[in-house]
């Protein structure tokens, strides 16, 4: 009998059944969908790099490792699988603008590449092993002839397969470039007879190892075993590596901040509402308890209410979990587009089913504590009508100012303190989507402005010339003046213990500019170094001495701090040339900025590969899409839990007012003048909901902003635009959920309204 009821008491409460059904699957997907995309992400990438063995650490020097070097530190306690590596680019004969990194690797039993099409990797057989998704694009079939250059030399050999790599796994060119371009861009293994056959020796700049050391304690082992200080790598410092655990801890914040916000405003509401139906529900207990249901049954069936509703808003909420999660990890999904791997194999994190259990049990409890309190007393108590609570006089009413409000305002204030929990619950509906529609919406406004200073203020070239190791400075000057370029170079140097950028800047020709910490334009003058804003945070501020020393080197260079400037990819620390050689610090020019198009600059024997300024952009656009994606998601997401939300409230309101209502239609108010005075109190708790959610959003933005900026720099920027579309859609939605309910006032009966009344 109990159970048709419940259908029964789900069929006249539809709208609220409906609508808490509706929060709780936006909540759990969106929890779920969220947490399973960094979850499955790490799972994922985590085979990936087990299948290809990836490297723990990598030592780099330019002077090149001998085969005893390599001897050396495979000798070392704890260190196994070690080989030397050669790793350059290489143009690609007969495409314009299309280069390969080049990946050669010593050993017999090199697990690196993982085919996918033709034969497995043999470093004694020549020919090369390509990228599939290069291969794909670019047309390329296995048994193909591939010729590249490098060091001005052509290396052709067949293409035995393709497949990838998890040293490619992010596959780009650089910093520069934030997202793969396989049309101009990709890798190929190739084998060290290949490299032998065209150059006469292989160059091993590398040597890759395993081991479960630490890394203080294998820069002390290398450099005692060597004779000399290298640049130690670890696998936390490799673009795919590094790139993968971005992404995860991105996903991680991503699936505890914004989730949250949509449980907690669904919980929440559910308290108020699940209270306000058994409150509409005390004469059905009392007609129960007088047929002689125990309290016992009576508080299991209505107790059954929030686990129904739990228990199938939770089912489709995973559904609806996989479905956001497939769009971002899946071979066609978002993350396909950044990550080149085989595997895409969704998972729902063991907390997750916790949480909903959790969930489940709490709205079941919320359920048990509505309705027990109802139980209390004798049938006959039951019976009577609920009756609210009589509230006191507010202090506003014991003034001057009380007498001159209009009924409409003081009818507001009165049923608004009168209901404080539902008042506050719509407050937070409004605050909470705010917050959201700003977060987003920000998040957006903040990588538009991040490109549009790139593009218009700090990149003033048309192509990058990147320089081969063994360029001539002086020759590369020559050559840069003759197409009006800016030079720069770059290596890696160990500054409080860290592995950063030197860049060594020539500008003669205006191609690159910085900015300071304030965004205003800066010059680079000749006293001193800049430090990036990151490392300024750290407790550095011009006027202070660092000390930086250079791999590969023993010296230690004491520089001032000029000033602090912008960097909004990598930390690094700036200086002229000029400055560097009176400091004698050593440098060797690797890049050309000129205004040239890719097609116009000259061929020369030292150019390892070009690069447009627009390939680059376009890159970032391209993680934009990416972006505007999941502000998409999130938005509808924020607008659809407004509505239900707000609309639950608001007839859950509604209710609870239907005898004051027909009180009013009674003494002659009309129905478009009650519409007017239920409209009115939305609008305040709009207004006010706004008042405070921007700067919440703001705030929420900040961390955003602060957790998934990984490597950039990025600035909360917040456009004129995303204010108004914010205010507009959550004042638009209120507004729309309070016409709604404003014209149920038509269908109220106002005699079965006032029956009963005490």
């Avoid at 990149?459 to 370029?485: K, M, Q």
């Amino acid at each position: 009998m109990l159970w048709r009821k419940l259908f029964r008491t789900a069929w006249k409460y539809k709208v609220q059944f409906i609508s808490m059904i509706i929060m709780v699957a936006i909540g759990v997907g969106v929890f779920v969908g969220f947490n399973m995309e960094w979850y499955s992400l790490r799972r994922d990438t985590a085979k990936f790099f087990d299948r290809t063995e990836f490297f723990d650490y990598r030592l780099v020097s330019e002077a090149g490792f001998s085969a005893e070097d390599a001897e050396s530190i495979a000798d070392i306690d704890g260190v196994n699988k070690v080989h030397r590596v050669l790793r350059v680019s290489a143009d690609v004969k007969g495409e314009s603008g299309k280069a390969l990194s080049l990946w050669c690797e010593e050993g017999d039993d090199v697990g690196g590449f993982l085919t996918t099409g033709g034969d497995e990797y043999d470093g004694d057989r020549e020919g090369f092993w390509l990228s599939d998704q290069y291969a794909k694009t670019n047309g390329y079939e296995i048994g193909d002839t591939l010729t590249v250059s490098y060091r001005g030399v052509e290396i052709s050999a067949p293409i035995r397969g393709v497949g990838k790599s998890g040293e490619y796994m992010v596959c780009v060119s650089g910093d520069s470039q934030v997202m793969p371009d396989y049309s101009s861009f990709g890798f190929a293994f190739v084998s060290p007879k290949t490299i032998e056959a065209a150059l006469g020796y292989v160059p091993y700049p590398m040597i890759c190892f395993r081991s479960d050391l630490a890394k203080e304690e294998v820069e002390e082992k290398a450099e005692d075993v060597l004779g000399k200080t290298t640049l130690l790598l670890t696998k936390e410092e490799t673009l795919a590596y590094s790139g993968a655990e971005s992404e995860i801890e991105e996903g991680k914040t991503m699936g505890a901040l914004l989730p949250a916000m949509f449980l907690l405003i669904g919980i929440l509401t559910m308290i108020t509402t699940m209270h306000r139906i058994t409150a509409n529900e005390k004469t059905q207990i009392g007609t129960l308890k007088a047929l002689g249901f125990r309290n016992r049954r009576i508080l299991r069936h209505y107790t059954s209410y929030g686990f129904v509703i739990g228990l199938v808003g939770s089912a489709l909420g995973v559904t609806l979990g996989f479905l956001i999660a497939a769009v971002v990890i899946s071979p066609d999904g978002m993350m396909s587009t950044y990550f080149d791997m085989p595997y895409w194999t969704l998972y729902v994190p063991w907390f997750c089913w916790l949480i909903i259990a959790v969930a489940i049990g709490f709205l079941t409890l919320v359920s048990f504590l509505s309705v027990r309190r109802m139980l209390q007393g004798t049938a006959a108590d039951a019976l009577r009508p609920y009756a609210p609570k009589k509230m006191k006089s507010m202090a506003i009413e014991r003034t001057k100012l009380w007498h001159r409000l209009s009924f409409a305002t003081k009818w507001n204030l009165r049923d608004v303190w009168r209901h404080k929990a539902r008042s506050l619950m719509t407050l937070f509906g409004i605050l909470g989507c705010m917050i959201l529609l700003v977060g987003g919406l920000g998040m957006r406004d903040t990588m538009v402005n991040f490109l549009d200073t790139i593009d218009n203020r700090i990149y003033h070239y048309e192509t990058r010339v990147n320089l081969v190791e063994t360029a001539d400075n002086d020759e590369t000057r020559r050559f840069a003046e003759s197409i009006d370029g800016d030079m720069l170079a770059s290596s890696s140097v160990q500054y409080d213990g860290d592995a950063i950028a030197l860049e060594i800047y020539d500008v003669r020709h205006d191609r690159v500019r910085f900015l300071d910490e304030n965004g205003k334009d800066i010059s680079l003058g000749n006293d001193g170094v800049y430090i990036c804003k990151r490392l300024a945070d750290k407790g550095v501020t011009a006027g202070d001495t660092i000390e930086f020393s250079p791999y590969g080197s023993d010296e230690t260079y004491r520089v001032r701090v000029a000033g602090v400037i912008r960097s909004f990819v990598t930390e690094n620390i700036v200086m002229t040339a000029e400055f560097a050689e009176k400091e004698g610090i050593p440098y060797h020019i690797n890049a050309i900025f000129t205004a040239e198009k890719p097609q116009d600059v000259p061929g020369a024997s030292f150019i390892s590969g070009m690069q447009s300024k627009q390939s680059v952009m376009d890159s970032y656009n391209s993680f934009m899409q990416i972006m505007n994606t999941m502000v998409v998601i999130l938005v509808i997401a924020a607008v659809v839990l407004s509505i239900v939300v707000l609309y639950n409230l608001g007839v859950m309101s509604y209710v609870e007012r239907t005898r004051e209502l027909s009180t009013l239609k009674v003494v002659g108010f009309r129905n478009k003048r009650i519409g007017h005075i239920l409209i009115s109190q939305n609008i305040w708790l709009t207004v006010l909901g706004i008042l405070i959610g921007l700067p919440a959003g703001v705030g929420v933005l900040n961390l955003l902003i602060a957790t998934l900026a990984g490597e950039y720099e990025l600035q909360a920027t917040l456009g004129v635009l995303t204010y108004s579309v914010s205010i507009l859609l959550t004042f638009g939605v209120s507004l729309i959920v309070g016409v709604f309910v404003a014209r149920k006032n038509k269908k109220i009966d106002m005699v079965e309204a006032l029956k009963g009344a005490e």
